[in-house]
């Protein structure tokens, strides 16, 4: 079956670096890519990797291995409203396109 | 900034009942989707839509759903006979050209489905 596996909550304070990880079961996708989801509200795209490797967006990063069936989402400078829920997301190609999610974490930045 | 919508925000139903969530996504992307957050779990696949088909349905998107594109803008889902275990946020989305950015997805604001 497919399963990404991620801890269900990480708290850190302001100014902080958080790295939350993504330990998957799946094959056969295209990358792993990373969402926002605030408050159960939309969830935003963050960011992808179609390699193994570190990907640097700003603020985040995100790291792929995919011989060790692991990625994770490095969130520095740790601000406020930054708390959210962040789901790693297994990309699929092909005429499907589809997204599966990974079981979430709901990270608390404290002050 | 284009957005992804849907309506109505929430709509609640009895058992049993039909009921049609509707999207309007990006105007120039071409696949569709549909996907489902029971409160607090994670966010769950339902189906794709590409080319007027459907591309991919996942074991949840059963004899009770369907999807259509009536027009060019709108996407709908349909639950024909909704159950309790229905109840869930039902998330619109949609993307471009799937090479960029890892398929980046637009997720429209949800529709929060009750069922009674």
């Known amino acids: 079956g497919q399963s990404l596996e991620q801890p269900s909550e990480v708290t850190a304070v302001e100014g902080a670096i958080v790295q939350i990880n993504c330990t998957y079961q799946t094959s056969g996708f295209y990358g792993l890519s990373w969402y926002q989801q605030h408050d159960g509200g939309a969830p935003t795209f963050l960011s992808y990797?179609?390699?193994?490797g570190l990907e640097e967006t700003g603020r985040f990063s995100s790291f792929l291995s995919r011989s060790d069936s692991y990625g994770y989402l490095l969130l520095q400078e740790l601000q406020m409203k930054d708390s959210a829920s962040y789901f790693c997301?297994?990309?699929?190609?092909?005429?499907?396109?589809?997204?599966?999610f990974g079981t979430g974490t709901l990270l608390a930045v404290q002050p | 900034e284009p957005e992804v919508t849907q309506t109505p925000s929430h709509q609640v139903t009895q058992m049993g009942q039909e009921v049609i969530l509707r999207c309007v996504p990006i105007s120039n992307h071409l696949y569709f989707y549909w996907y489902r957050q029971i409160l607090g779990q994670k966010v769950e696949f339902l189906v794709s839509?590409?080319?007027?088909?459907?591309?991919?349905k996942s074991e949840i998107f059963d004899d009770q759903f369907s999807v259509e594109r009536p027009d060019g803008s709108n996407f709908t889902l349909k639950i024909r006979s909704t159950k309790l275990e229905d109840s869930a946020m039902y998330f619109c989305?949609?993307?471009?050209?799937?090479?960029?950015?890892?398929?980046?997805?637009?997720f429209g604001p949800g529709t929060r489905l009750t069922v009674l």
């Open positions: 839509f590409y080319n007027n088909e459907i591309s991919e």
């Open positions: 990797n179609a390699l193994d």
């Open positions: 997301a297994a990309v699929y190609g092909g005429a499907t396109n589809k997204l599966i």
């Open positions: 989305a949609s993307s471009g050209d799937s090479r960029s950015r890892g398929n980046e997805q637009f």
